[in-house]
Nanobody, 114 residues
C-alpha cells in the first residue's frame, strides 16, 4: 500500500489562500488517479478534486474556479491550490491515490475563520 502524507493545512482568514501538498511513498507516474477529499464535522467525506494519469482534472462544483489540483510525477506529489477560501471550506483534507489499489493519507486540518 502506498503511504501518503499531507501537509500545508492551517488557519486562514476568509478570502485567503493555502496550498496543500501530498507526498507519496511510491512512483506515481502510473497511478490511475490522485485526488483530494475533505470531511467537515458532522458531514460525510466528499470529493474535492481529482487528477488522472493523463492530467485530466475534475473538481466539485463548490470549489470550481477557486481550487486547482496538480501533480508532479518527478516529485511523486500532488497539490491542491486553494484560493478565496470561505468558512464552508473548513474540514480535514485527505489525499487519495488509486494505483489501482486505494490509499489514503491521515489528513490535514484546514480552518477558515476570522
Amino acid at each position: 500500500q502506498v503511504q501518503l502524507v499531507e501537509s500545508g493545512g492551517g488557519l486562514v482568514q476568509p478570502g485567503g489562500l493555502l496550498r496543500l501538498s501530498c507526498a507519496a511513498s511510491a512512483n506515481i507516474f502510473n497511478f490511475v488517479a490522485m485526488g483530494w477529499y475533505r470531511q467537515a464535522p458532522g458531514k460525510q467525506r466528499e470529493l474535492v478534486a481529482v487528477i488522472t494519469k493523463d492530467g485530466s482534472t475534475t473538481q466539485a462544483d463548490s470549489v470550481k474556479g477557486r481550487f486547482t489540483i496538480s501533480r508532479n510525477n518527478a516529485k511523486n506529489a500532488v497539490y491542491l491550490q486553494m484560493s478565496n477560501l470561505n468558512p464552508e471550506d473548513t474540514a480535514v483534507y485527505y489525499c487519495y491515490a488509486l494505483s489501482p489499489g486505494q490509499s489514503w493519507g491521515r489528513g490535514t486540518q484546514v480552518t477558515v475563520s476570522s
